[in-house]
């Protein structure tokens, strides 16, 4: 299943596949606050970023991966990256979902329109058990995304980030069709 093609649309928003043209913008706005309750670091050259979009840009054409960049859908700036990995795990069939908004861009829910819209379009074209939100306890907004599409938090952990700092996760499972949430 190639994904190159597959856009989303809310009533705000354009997530569109991610590609070359938006690594300055991404590489700018993927900075060590955004990334605080994130797993991955931010990147310290933009060599960094082209790897992390070459990466995704596999991961659709392969089918095994969605990622998108989140656009206002009526001026097309740039709010973030949002997507869902591990679509074809046969034995699992419970993708992740993952999403980072640039700072300017919290605070006007985005997030949520932005991982309800793909976890609908998920419901209507994929078969899961469930998908799963890992989110840090601390991060309280984060956490009313999944709590939000009718997620239980099924485990908490910790996750060593490679700065050091310790990730105090907890996962949400979200079944399907628990609840659609327009944006």
């Known amino acids: 299943m190639n ?26 706005e993927f900075t060590e606050e955004i990334t605080t309750y ?15 979009i070459e990466e995704g840009i596999t991961h ?17 700036e ?14 699992q069939q419970q993708p992740e979902l993952g ?6 861009a919290h605070g006007n829910k985005y997030g949520l329109e932005a991982i309800a819209a793909i976890k609908n379009w998920v ?18 907004a984060s956490r009313k995304i999944p709590e939000a599409l009718g997620g239980q938090i099924s485990r908490a952990y910790e996750h060593k980030k490679m700065n050091g700092n310790i990730l105090h996760l907890l996962e949400y499972r979200i079944y399907p069709n628990t609840k659609q949430v327009s944006g």
């Open 3 to 28: 994904l190159l093609d597959l856009e989303i649309v809310t009533n705000r928003l354009f997530l569109k596949p991610i590609s070359m043209e938006y690594k300055e913008v991404i590489f700018s």
């Open 38 to 52: 994130l797993r991955p670091q931010s990147p310290k050259e933009i060599s960094e970023t082209e790897t992390f």
């Open 60 to 76: 659709l054409k392969t089918g095994s991966d969605l990622r998108f960049v989140i656009l206002n859908k009526v001026t097309q």
């Open 78 to 91: 740039f709010l973030g990256c949002a997507g869902m990995h591990g679509i074809h795990d046969i034995e």
């Open 99 to 104: 999403i980072w908004l640039k700072k300017a």
């Open 123 to 140: 419901d209507a074209n994929l078969k899961y058990e469930y998908l799963i939100y890992p989110v840090d306890r601390r991060n309280v």
